[in-house]
């Protein structure tokens, strides 16, 4: 079934750890997109990409990197995770405009 | 940058009667206006879009309307129920794809 998906679903992880969060999807959209939303609140948009090797920087970019070596994989990596990055992480991708996001992963930094 | 406004935070109506929420954002270049609706402990959905050349669209019980000049665009629920109960976002999109989303709206629907 075409979908996208988030792994892991929750992650408890220590501060200063290095730590990578997976987003795939099986719809072959060009556009993907991650946004850190804490329950209910605002999404903040960290990064997007338009395609293979293109990546761009959106407002909360400072702390973390992102790769697009193939069309279907996303990932977003935080290099030294800190309390202040506990939150929840959509990825969303795209076909032009609309976006559909996947299931989110929730990250807690003790 | 852009900067995407969106009120009330919170709306609470009585099941049947309308609700409309507001966005209003700043980059004239922004093209694409979308809505999504977000149940609790689900990812956002899309519910409903407008490009910049249209200026109302309207699904079943759902409306948007965009006003380009006054740079503000709306979400219209008539007949409200109970399942309409969730944390509405506006987002605009510019050409370049990049996306910005409003704060949120949580809206009540009272049986």
């Known amino acids: 079934e075409a979908d996208i998906y988030q792994t892991p679903r929750y992650l408890v992880i220590g501060t200063g750890k290095k730590i990578t969060l997976e987003c795939s999807q099986t719809m072959g959209h060009d556009k993907m997109y991650w946004y850190q939303q804490d329950p209910g609140m605002e999404l903040h948009l960290i990064h997007y990409?338009?395609?293979?090797?293109?990546?761009e920087k959106g407002d909360l970019s400072s702390e973390s990197t992102v790769s697009r070596i193939r069309t279907e994989h996303f990932p977003l990596t935080l290099e030294s995770a800190r309390p202040s990055h506990t939150s929840q992480y959509l990825c969303?991708?795209?076909?032009?405009?609309?976006?559909?996001f996947g299931p989110g992963t929730r990250l807690t930094v003790t | 940058g852009e900067n995407v406004e969106q009120h009330p935070s919170t709306l609470s109506v009585q099941e049947g009667d309308s609700a409309v929420i507001k966005c209003t954002y700043s980059?004239?270049?922004?093209?694409?206006f979308p809505w999504y609706k977000q149940e609790l402990g689900k990812r956002p959905q899309l519910i409903i879009d407008?490009?910049?050349?249209?200026g109302e669209k309207k699904d079943q019980r759902i409306a948007v309307t965009l006003n380009k000049t006054a740079k503000h665009f709306s979400l219209h629920i008539t007949e409200t129920q109970p399942e309409d109960s969730a944390v509405y976002f506006c987002a605009v999109t510019t050409g370049g794809f990049k996306t910005i989303f409003g704060a949120g709206t949580r809206l009540f629907v009272k049986a």
């Open positions: 980059d004239s270049a922004s093209n694409y």
């Open positions: 990409s338009y395609g293979v090797n293109s990546t």
């Open positions: 969303a991708s795209s076909p032009f405009y609309e976006q559909y």
């Open positions: 407008i490009r910049s050349n249209v």
